[in-house]
């Protein structure tokens, strides 16, 4: 649809329908989050059954949050033990968002008049970036040979995301915008595999520590990059991979219209009819980004019954997430306030066009065009079964099959019960153990690479 045939939708949606009538079919959508929040406190509860039987049945309806239900039936999946099925549906909606990359106007213009539900959900860029990194750690519980190619893909896209954002939202955008640390880490970490590529691997711990300068993880293996081996003959390496946490998700909020915001509006509203935008607006409602806290600090490794050492954190999802947002902040507020200046004005043309003299007529019109707004709700979709942080142990061990404990730990004491697993150590390769800490106990099965 071409930018004067939106302009035209948008002048006979606003002169040519009665409000009431706009209220029956563009009526605001029901918050996705309200949606899910049975089959994700399913999955929290560890009922992993129910949980994808719930969204299963939510799937089926194609609503516009599609692509997050399949994310987060892909998460059930996952831990459920179905590796291969959880990379399949994060294949589809990786790709299904790069198609999305190219707007709809069409839905563009029906979001105008309803909210932004109404539009196919395309992914925060923080969940463009995560799609790849799970689609990587994927990979590697099988057998990780498109492990290395989900990786060039993730720092690939955050290329393109930067270029992307810095064109639309800020100038000033830094380059390291929405870059979560694990992406450039497991790249790092696939090229010192290989036992020869340590020049490359060694730039790639490089580019995870500037963006997390104070870790030890990230300090040692540097070092052992630049100066030592992969491991010593006869040993490997294990990477206990824990996810801790529950990740972000969208709240609904009311915030004041900025200056910057209102200015932007008026020049859209300009263009679509003979609307301009008030000096001062009532707020409008968008989402914020929540994260609860951690339930604990990091994850204890034992082998056998020896405390060997714990994992650390790599990537704090929460603040990947609140920036991502805030650089789209202004552009959120913007399409709210353009929102509300054009029910306004179907309000007013609805008015002319019906040539209204009677008081109570005119009441009720105005009451239509209250009930209209307040149909509106903020654009909570997200992929909600992330985790808070991504913390990660790198081990290495003798060749053989060994018994790992994990154990909650805070402020150096373990608070919980340890959860075992066995993991084979083979000679000069590494393996990979990932869990998903939400609370005390881990969701699911703890899964250990073939």
């Not at 020869?196 to 870790?215: M, V």
């Amino acid at each position: 649809m071409s930018s004067n045939s939106s302009k035209v939708t948008i002048l006979s949606s606003l002169k040519g329908l009665p409000v009431i009538v706009a209220v029956l079919l563009f009526g605001g959508c029901s918050t996705h989050a309200s949606r899910l929040m049975s089959p994700r406190s399913d999955f929290y509860s560890n009922d992993l059954h129910r949980s994808r039987a719930e969204f299963d049945k939510l799937a089926e309806k194609g609503e516009h949050d599609s692509s997050v239900l399949a994310l987060d039936l892909a998460m059930v999946e996952l831990f459920q033990g179905d590796v291969a099925a959880a990379e399949r549906r994060l294949q589809s909606v990786r790709d299904e968002w790069d198609r999305l990359q190219q707007k709809s106007l069409a839905e563009d213009t029906s979001s105008y008049l309803t909210d932004d539900q109404i539009r196919a959900y395309a992914g925060e860029d923080y969940e463009k970036l995560l799609v790849r990194v799970m689609l990587s750690l994927c990979s590697l519980m099988q057998d990780g040979v498109d492990a290395e190619a989900y990786s060039l893909q993730t720092l690939d896209k955050q290329r393109e995301l930067f270029g992307r954002a810095k064109e639309r939202w800020d100038e000033e955008l830094p380059e390291d915008y929405c870059v979560p640390t694990i992406a450039p880490y497991l790249r790092g970490m696939l090229l010192e595999s290989t036992h020869t590529d340590y020049h490359e691997a060694a730039r790639y711990y490089e580019e995870s520590l500037a963006l997390l300068p104070d870790s030890p993880l990230l300090q040692q293996d540097l070092e052992r990059a630049r100066h030592g081996v992969h491991c010593a003959p006869g040993h490997g390496i294990v990477y206990v991979i824990a996810m801790v946490g529950r990740g972000p998700f969208k709240e609904e909020t009311i915030q004041p219209a900025t200056q910057a915001a209102l200015q932007a509006a008026d020049l859209i509203v300009s263009n679509l009819g003979e609307y301009s935008v008030p000096p001062t607006i009532a707020p409008v409602k968008i989402p914020t980004i929540i994260s609860p806290p951690k339930p604990f600090d990091l994850l204890g490794v034992k082998v056998g019954d020896v405390p060997v050492s714990t994992t650390l954190p790599i990537s704090d999802l929460h603040e990947l997430a609140v920036d991502s947002y805030e650089a789209k902040l202004p552009s959120v507020i913007t399409r709210a306030v353009v929102r509300r200046v054009l029910k306004k004005g179907a309000v007013y043309a609805a008015k002319d066009q019906l040539d209204l003299n009677s008081d109570i007529a005119s009441f009720a019109l105005d009451a239509a065009g209250v009930l209209w707004e307040a149909t509106e709700a903020a654009d909570t979709r997200c992929w909600g079964l992330l985790p808070r942080e991504f913390q990660i142990l790198r081990l290495e061990l003798p060749s053989g099959t060994h018994t790992l404990g994990l154990e909650p730990i805070t402020a150096g004491i373990p608070i919980a019960p340890t959860t075992q697993c066995q993991v084979t150590i083979r000679d000069g390769l590494n393996s990979y153990v990932l869990s998903y800490w939400p609370g005390m106990q881990p969701i699911g099965k703890i899964l250990v690479s073939r």
